[in-house]
């Protein structure tokens, strides 16, 4: 079975800061997608960022950023110069490649709070 | 405008009453799901299914069924409700390809349920 966690509820920026939220994922299997879904007070589930298994190179988009390292089992997402529109919940999600039916297995979540 | 429509957005009702959510896609996805989320513990997989007349369980079906009569709707029955599944609601989709599952999950903006 796979399981995925994220260890911090909830973490705090400042306007502009960087701020870096850890995710580790347990898995016997060598080809899968990692996410991080980005949840506002709206309650829409918004895709942030895609990393594919086989790809060594880190995901990027905008100002979020992945390190991927799949020996350690270890997705993190950072996000760079915050701004108030990243407050948020954060999931990170796992789902294998070759899974028939193709569920998303997510993290409990990291609240996002940013400060002017 | 491309999306997955859940219907209603909230909804109250009181233990025992029979209870359907509506979810409906127009991207022609093969691959509907329905998740609950509960706080600390993120979104936990109830049913899905892989094309028409094609379901099964998930993580927590206990308490719902699903039925899948046309490939655009995919509504979750809540026969006897109890207050345990007060919660919030998301149905997703998302296309199946051959061996390489194309991974993203494109989710309606969720339903919250009270049972009382």
């Known amino acids: 079975a796979q399981t995925v966690t994220q260890s911090q509820p909830e973490m705090s920026v400042q306007e502009a800061e960087t701020v870096t939220l850890s995710c580790t994922y347990d898995?016997?299997?060598?080809?899968?997608?990692l996410f991080w879904y980005k949840q506002p007070p709206s309650r829409q589930m918004i895709l942030v960022i895609r990393?594919?298994?086989?790809?060594?190179q880190n995901a990027t988009e905008n100002r979020f950023s992945v390190n991927f390292q799949k020996a350690a089992k270890s997705f993190s997402l950072k996000i760079s110069d915050s701004q108030l529109g990243d407050a948020a919940m954060y999931f990170c999600?796992?789902?294998?490649?070759?899974?028939?039916?193709?569920?998303?297995?997510f993290g409990a979540g990291t609240q996002v709070v940013v400060t002017p | 405008e491309a999306q997955v429509t859940q219907n209603p957005r909230y909804l109250i009702t009181v233990t025992g009453k029979k209870l359907t959510v509506t979810c409906s896609q127009n991207m022609n996805h093969e691959y509907m799901s329905w998740y609950r989320q509960d706080p600390g513990l993120g979104l936990r997989q109830i049913y899905y299914?892989?094309?028409?007349?094609?379901?099964d369980k998930g993580d927590v079906p206990e308490g719902y069924k699903v039925s899948r009569k046309e490939k655009r709707n995919f509504p979750l029955i809540l026969e006897s409700p109890s207050p345990n599944q007060t919660s919030l609601y998301f149905c997703?989709?998302?296309?199946?390809?051959?061996?390489?599952?194309?991974?993203?999950?494109?989710f309606g903006n969720g339903t919250r349920l009270t049972v009382t």
């Open positions: 997703a989709s998302s296309l199946t390809g051959g061996r390489r599952i194309s991974g993203t999950l494109h």
């Open positions: 898995t016997s299997e060598s080809d899968y997608y």
């Open positions: 990393q594919e298994a086989y790809k060594q």
């Open positions: 299914s892989m094309n028409v007349e094609v379901t």
């Open positions: 999600a796992y789902r294998r490649v070759t899974d028939s039916w193709g569920k998303l297995q």
